[in-house]
């Protein structure tokens, strides 16, 4: 009975380790995860605001003096 007690005791210490590992794993995912929807943010605003761009279109623009 006793040799029971403690392969059951020593299952619990690593179930207890796995489930500090893969603690430690999820909070450096959701740090990565943050980190990623920032910078997509950052990248539509860049993208958003180049094509803002200064230069008229086509249709827009006077035709030369030539024509």
Do not use: C, F, W
Not at 1 to 16: D, S
Not at 43 to 54: N, P, V
């Amino acid at each position: 009975m006793q040799e029971r007690v403690t392969e059951l005791e020593i299952k619990l210490a690593h179930l207890e380790n796995t489930i500090d590992i893969l603690d430690q794993t999820i909070i450096t995912q959701q740090s990565q995860i943050d980190m990623l929807i920032m910078k997509i943010s950052m990248l539509e605003k860049k993208m958003k605001a180049a094509g803002e761009s200064q230069v008229a279109h086509e249709k827009d623009e006077t035709p030369p003096p030539h024509y």
